[in-house]
């Protein structure tokens, strides 16, 4: 079966997708569902990354799920915005190359390759589309000090001549953005390689064909790109696409977007940029944004105070609460006189401090709060966590547990 | 149920759309296929799964211009070869398929064996071949042959006729579901839109009556007078795609696992949290009912339990009925009386015949139906629509969940003086949240390991959650093919208690703390005094969790809404065990998804 049009051969038209990690830094929000369901504004990740793929002309998906893999396959069905989805699973998470692996029999040749858990725009997927040739591999190269967290790359011209795993020193700027056009060689290549640590890189394969003489082309880009690594990193996330106007709402005012089904009382306020989804409820008096995105069927309180929030669906937020950099999951439920007046904090994650991070708190999906309870600035609240009326809860709230007064 | 489909105007791939047409209508329930192509006309029949017949045209590759084909689920005769449609007169001139019943058929076949005609099968259908061969026999031009012989038809029916060296598909509606997929050089017919929608979106509905004359160039609407009519084409808007199984095992897995979708589905638009309020747009208003009937088979028959429970909460008097006792023996109604058809498909040929019962006695009638344009949404003075989307796996589970949903708000534009809807409408915005909750920490599946050699599975509870029994058990016997059976927690001891053994246990669904809650209380020491183990499905508010041996928690709720939850815990019981058993959960045994039959 081919997936190819018939007027283009060389550029492709199938895109494998990898949405099967948990994305573990992103704890306590990823209890449920794999990072790339996490919300980007009002919408999973993974639906702004397939956004991006169909504006460059794909139209096969082949998503690789593992991690919560229901949560992918129903929330996208057997296509998206018309374009037919295979799935493929990959039980145990050891790494993208592995995961690729788990898609061989599926795309034609040659074809595209995304992480399905960080936001690009569609011209740097079509930049790679044009820029690839006939040689095994070509990838997508941007720049920014982000370098030394992913995978560095030196670049000869239009040719990548090293691949440096997270660098941790300040040399190097320009590194690998997740986006790839591989020949089916790549397979053969994975099957030949083994897993180092519990773990088969998709890098180990660009590697191989580095150190084998093989031409890995590199197209610089300098179109939006951007990851979320740690819970508040959400909500500059959101900022970004609110800016962008990348949001699947109607727009009803300069920077609001709100979505036809949603309720919003004539005496809410919306402060753009704004987004406010489908079935959403924003009662009397309360004042959303700027830079808050608000889920499917969340209800906000009258008087309640949001700005620079990720609200995501199913929750209710009660009156009178003032909620600044700010993230929820799903479904929590939250009492009257709420506070979380906003960072900067410092946060300790696997033992490392985050110093000066803008975020008030994160509660994952549903927690309950109680009435005119506070959270202090860097709060993490595990999932299903019950916080009790008036209480003040500070650093880390394990899933499940109950804090009272 | 059977399943008809049909394509003319396509060049050299008839036998790959008439196949895949058959596929897409598996979901129905079958036991045998067959196909015939023309003009060289070619028949192959073959009784079991689809994959028979697939082997047959592979090996033999017959090709033609046009054709029709047949997926059948027993009536008259048992699934074999020459039982499998589609049927021919005896020189194999005429090729017939059908779905439904010809109620005459003994006296037309006997007026024929009295002729000399030798029939080959024991269905009512082969009647319809050697009515028309012997038409053509006469001298009689084809068209004028078709209609005749379906003048003489009595019963329920679509039919859809080849004749041999002919470019031209016959086929007619009566009481069985038939519509007419436009293509662009090609035309289609089929008994559901998913047989053609690969092909063609825009349709046509067919109403009881009509009939179509079919061939290359285009296709013609007759009436019963033979006289030409104009139909109106609309376009579907669902894709093929959406009836894939994106990945999951089974269709009903990944049907359960759409519940918060669906459910967010049915009441987007429809509740106004800011308001109070509740409206359903696409009926006028209408007066309250002095009384309320419900008609429904399986488990629509449940849902009409539940909403009628709703109504007489509510002061208004109201029965559910099944549909196949309904239209036999109507109860009495006063003119003031709603009637209340729930059918998923809106095809179920007993809530039908119930719904013209109630039509011919001058009172007003509703669908509660899950499929725009079916026939009982068209044939009701008004149709209220569900919005779960398609549903393939035989076992409903995602629209019995948005049918509650729908009784719910049914209720309230039914009844004039409503309380502060306000708790209510929290709740339904709660569900999908609630049932995704369920989702992620369901211990269903662990319950299965422990359970699933048992002899036999009880479901009780009182009230509303008569129908969450009901309904659990229905599900359990239907895919796992175990004994099930649900009660009124009430009724235990009044015989069924003689059946609970240690080895049969008992769910007990118990939601709230109120008088019905402490009593199904008592009813689970009645049994567990008898040895059996019992999984209380309950939202923790009574003692249930403490006193029964296993749990299945649900989310607390409103009391309206609880009964949706606990079915959730039962749907992935009952998938689970099936699964661990091996049964074929998307088609079971002898069962169709919409029974076009009485």
Known sequence: MSDQTPEDSTRPSTAVVLAAGEGTRLRPLTANRPKPMLPAGTRPILEHVLNALIEAGIDKFHLVVGYHANRVRSHFGSTYRGVPIEYHTQTNQLGSGHALLQARDGPSDPFLLVNGDQVIDHRIVEAVLEAHTDTPATLAVVEGPQAAEYGAVDLDDDEITALIEQPRDGAYRLFNAGVYVFSQQVFETLATLSETQGELPLTDAIGHLLSNDRTVRGVRTDHFWMDATHPWDLIDLSTELLARGWVDATPVDSNCYVDESAHIHPDASLVGPVVVDRDAVIEAGAVVGPYAAIGANVTVGAGTILKDAVVDSGTTIGPNTTAIEFVTGQDCTIGAGFTVAGGPADIVVDDQVHHDIDLGGVLADRVTVGGAATLEAGTLIGPGAVVGDGVVVRDRIDADSEVVR | ?598
């Not at chain 2, 289609?188 to 079919?214: C, K, M, N, Q």
């Not at chain 2, 909460?313 to 109860?331: K, Q």
């Not at chain 2, 949404?377 to 919005?387: G, K, L």
């Open chain 2, 1 to 598: 149920m059977c399943g008809i489909v049909g394509c003319v105007g396509r060049d050299d791939d008839t036998v790959d759309v008439l196949m895949g047409g058959l596929r897409s209508l598996e979901y129905r329930g079958y036991d045998s296929a067959g196909i015939a192509v023309g003009p060289s006309m070619t028949v192959m029949r073959r009784s079991g799964e689809l994959d028979e017949l697939q082997a047959a045209v592979d090996a033999d590759r017959p090709t033609g211009t046009l054709g029709i084909g047949h997926t059948r689920w027993s009536t008259h005769g048992p699934p074999t070869d020459a039982n499998a449609h589609p049927h021919t007169d005896e020189n194999g001139r005429v090729a017939v398929v059908h779905n439904g019943i010809i109620e005459n058929y003994g006296e037309l076949k006997a007026e024929l064996q009295a002729d000399g005609v030798e029939f080959t099968s024991e269905t009512d259908t082969e009647v319809v071949p050697h009515l028309i061969a012997a038409e053509l026999q006469a001298g009689t031009a084809p068209e004028t042959a078709f209609h005749d012989t379906v003048d003489r038809l009595e019963g329920s029916y679509a039919i859809a006729v080849l004749i041999d060296g002919g470019e031209t598909i016959y086929a007619a509606r009566q009481g069985s579901p038939l519509v007419v997929g436009v293509g662009k050089d090609s035309t289609y017919l089929a008994s559901d839109v998913p047989a053609f929608i690969e092909h063609t979106r825009d349709v046509v509905f067919l109403e009881d009556g009509h009939r179509v004359i079919a061939n290359k160039d285009g296709y013609t609407v007759l009436d019963e007078t033979r006289t030409p009519v104009d139909v109106a084409v609309e376009t579907v808007s669902y894709t093929a795609d959406e009836t894939g199984k994106s990945g999951y095992d089974h269709y009903m897995l990944k049907e359960i696992y759409e519940q918060p979708t669906s459910l967010r589905q049915s009441f987007s638009g429809r509740i106004d949290a800011l308001e109070g309020t509740i409206t359903l747009e696409e009926v006028d208003e209408i007066p309250q009912p002095d009384a309320v009937q419900f008609v429904a088979c399986g488990t629509s028959y449940h849902a009409a339990l539940y909403g009628a429970a709703l109504l007489r909460e509510r002061g208004i008097p109201a029965e559910a009925y099944l549909a196949s006792e309904y239209a036999l023996s109507p109860p009495p109604l006063s003119l003031g009386t709603l009637v209340v058809g729930i059918t998923q498909s809106g095809e179920t040929a007993d809530t039908l015949a119930a719904l013209r019962d109630a039509n011919g006695r001058g009172v007003n009638t509703l669908a509660l139906t899950n499929t725009v344009n079916s026939t009982a949404a068209r044939e009701c003075d008004h149709a209220v629509y569900i919005r779960a989307g398609p549903e393939i796996g035989v076992a409903a589970t995602k629209t019995f969940s948005s049918q509650l949903v729908g009784c719910n708000l049914l209720v309230e534009e039914l009844v004039d003086s409503s309380p502060d809807l306000r708790p209510l409408i929290e709740s339904l915005r709660d569900l999908p949240g609630d049932v995704q909750e369920i989702l992620d920490t369901s211990r269903a599946e662990a319950l299965v390991e422990e359970y699933a050699d048992s002899e036999a599975y009880f479901f009780i509870g009182r009230g509303t959650n008569v129908s969450v029994a009901l309904e659990g058990a229905l599900k359990c016997k239907e895919i796992s093919y175990e004994h099930a059976e649900g009660f009124p927690a009430g009724e235990l001891k009044h015989g069924p208690l003689a059946l609970v053994t240690p080895e049969t246990p008992v769910f007990a669904i118990v939601t709230g703390d109120d008088e019905r809650a402490r009593k199904t209380l008592g009813n689970i020491k009645e049994v567990q005094a008898r040895g059996a183990p019992v999984i209380a499905v309950t939202d923790g508010e009574s003692d249930a969790a403490e006193i029964a041996d296993e749990t299945l928690m649900i989310p607390e709720t409103n009391e309206r809404v609880a009964p949706i939850l606990a079915n959730v815990q039962l749907q992935l019981f009952s998938y689970y065990l099936a699964d661990t058993l091996g049964r074929p959960i998307d088609k079971p045994r002898n069962l169709a998804k919409s029974v076009t039959v009485e």
